[in-house]
DNA sequence: AGTTCATATTAGAATATACTGATAGAGTAA
DNA sequence: TTACTCTATCAGTATATTCTAATATGAACT
């Protein structure tokens, strides 16, 4: 099991690694919110988005409490979104560097 | 494919999440090694070291150069480190949280 | 009690990953 | 040329992920 830290490292970093729990953690910089709104505004089924936060969940990044009938989620770890900023930082460069590439290549 | 900007975020952070490549990646902080260096001080297959370098260099994280027989390989991103540097401090604050709760817990 | 709403969980199929072992190819040295 | 070194790639198997659709749980309301 996440007995090195290496290992305990590789196991958040698989539990960011898919657009929708990228996009869900998005959803949660302002503060909580609950699986019926993030269903909503991502637009995907309720069992899919349930699972995400599960897995989000279980790799300790998110903090879910009841609230009624609803189910409200937020981030536990502001760390996570210092790694989503640096991430878009490195996909800017990237996308930069196959432009600059492609006019060279002209 | 990588058409928005999540996919992207997201391929990248699979490329990092795994134990093996995670420990590449660290070794490649002091610059350049070989794959022999590397299968050596991981004590890991050939064809192993040989194919997850292979993922880091798809995901743009890792250069390559030939010197000789040797395959040179080094990183090209140094936000990787900033992510992995984060990634520890949110392991380690992981680590403490479950110290303390078992310690509450007696 | 039954009904409805919000969410979780399960089953199953499709796809993706990871590892081992074998093979291939490229460069070097004899 | 042959032999050797280093690395990449392939084939095959095992395991893990992801999605959809169906079902279960559980709280609130009548």
Not at 9 to 23: C, G, M, V
Not at 78 to 94: A, I
């Amino acid at each position: 099991m996440g007995t090195d830290v290496f290992t305990l490292q590789a196991e958040i970093l698989k539990a960011l690694s898919h657009p929708t729990r990228i996009r869900i953690v998005n959803q949660l910089r302002r503060g909580e919110r609950c699986v019926c709104e993030i269903m909503a505004e991502l637009e995907l089924e309720q069992s899919n988005v349930s699972q995400h936060l599960a897995v989000l969940k279980r790799a300790g990044l998110l903090g879910a409490r009841k609230d009624g009938l609803k189910m409200m989620y937020w981030v536990r770890r502001p760390e996570v979104f210092v790694v989503l900023d640096t991430l878009r930082r490195m996909v800017l460069l990237r996308v930069e560097e196959q432009v600059r590439l492609l006019s060279e290549a002209e």
